[in-house]
């Protein structure tokens, strides 16, 4: 069996004051924080968890990771980016043009995300979070299919998409022009557990067999392995539970 996705993790300068804008606007539970940060539980179909972790790396460059939420009707809509706009984020200018009906935003420490517009068919059996969307060749979109065991839902003129079989968001990747990097690890990133009774030496050998490569192996202390895939992106395999 393969690995799940167990939490997309987000740096966070202050994680209580992300965590609270994320939970209030999604609706999660906020457990316990503990030293790994702040965990966000779904409270839908979404299937990974949120990890707010402590970071003092300052944003500078656009997130390769963004949420794509979706709306039912354009008071929908208008009701979700005024409900973000309330909690502490706002409107930002990433090259969107007058023309496009989604309306873009930022959490509180400027994180991106997007309010798709209604009528959207790509994500029209979607759940709120329609999709993560991310900066990636197509390579990489193969790479997490076969790591995920995801199937692929799109896979045209370089761009690619997968979904688990038991539903949730989508996850794409827009093909080549690719963005600017952070310095360091970027500031969204996966982590995956093994399934429970796993060996996560056996899955990160697996995963390096299909082109990701080791970044560190970690100790005892910390209980999982970091890794890279194809592009370059860090994410990490936790023990199995």
Request: with cysteine.
């Amino acid at each position: 069996m393969t690995s799940h996705l167990h939490a997309l993790s987000i740096d966070a300068n202050d994680p209580a004051l992300l965590a609270r804008f994320w939970a209030s606007f999604l609706g999660w539970e906020e457990s316990a924080g503990t030293d790994d940060g702040i965990v966000l539980l779904p409270a839908d179909d979404t299937g990974f968890r949120l990890r707010i972790v402590p970071s003092q790396a300052k944003k500078t460059v656009q997130n390769l990771i963004h949420f794509d939420l979706t709306s039912a009707s354009l008071d929908d809509q208008r009701d979700v980016v005024a409900k973000a706009l309330a909690l502490g984020g706002r409107h930002i200018d990433v090259g969107q043009t007058a023309e496009d009906e989604h309306v873009v935003l930022a959490d509180p420490e400027g994180n991106e995300f997007c309010v798709i517009e209604p009528g959207n068919n790509f994500l029209a059996d979607c759940g709120f979070i329609g999709a993560l969307a991310c900066d990636g060749s197509q390579a990489v979109g193969y790479f997490w299919s076969e790591a995920l065991g995801w199937p692929l839902v799109w896979d045209q003129d370089q761009e690619t998409a997968i979904r688990s079989p038991h539903g949730g968001p989508k996850v794409t990747w827009g093909g080549p022009p690719m963005m600017p990097r952070e310095e360091g690890r970027n500031r969204l990133r996966f982590d995956l557990a093994p399934p429970a009774g796993g060996d996560q030496a056996a899955e990160v050998d697996r995963l390096v067999a299909l082109g990701a490569t080791r970044v560190e192996t970690s100790g005892a202390e910390t209980g999982w392995v970091t890794l890279a895939d194809p592009d370059g992106n860090e994410f990490r395999v936790l023990t199995p539970r």
